[in-house]
Nanobody, 119 residues
Framework: QVQLVESGGGLVEAGGSLRLSCAASGGTFSRYMMFWFRQAPGKQRELVARVSSDFSTVYADSVKGRFTISRDNAKKTVHLQMNSLKPEDTAVYYC?????????????WGPGTQVTVSS
């Protein structure tokens, strides 16, 4: 019912910025909690940030103060503004949606977009 597609990834030098976007179709976008996850080679997928239907946000400690998640319900999109990027931010970034964090197993995922930060 819901499809998600990420965009905006690329190669950037340490200290630079990127803005990721996730376009959603199907479902009732405004009712979903939206997530950004990332997965580096050989590592487990980790939560980067999430934004709820009431626009409240949660960030991983490693990105707090550098990344900002936002949503535009009218355009059915979610964004991740990434500033002061570090080489350890290099990963495939995934957009996801679910009714809650605890229902992610039955949620929806995009195919991912590569972010590479050079030192």
């Amino acid at each position: 019912q819901v499809q998600l597609v990420e965009s905006g990834g690329g190669l950037v030098e340490a200290g630079g910025s990127l803005r990721l976007s996730c376009a959603a179709s199907g479902g009732t976008f405004s009712r979903y909690m939206m997530f950004w996850f990332r997965q580096a080679p050989g590592k487990q997928r980790e939560l980067v940030a999430r934004v709820s239907s009431d626009f409240s946000t949660v960030y991983a400690d490693s990105v707090k103060g550098r990344f900002t998640i936002s949503r535009d319900n009218a355009k059915k999109t979610v964004h991740l503004q990434m500033n002061s990027l570090k080489p350890e931010d290099t990963a495939v970034y995934y957009c996801a949606s679910a009714n809650s964090y605890f229902s992610l197993s039955s949620g929806y995922w995009g195919p991912g977009t590569q972010v590479t930060v050079s030192s």
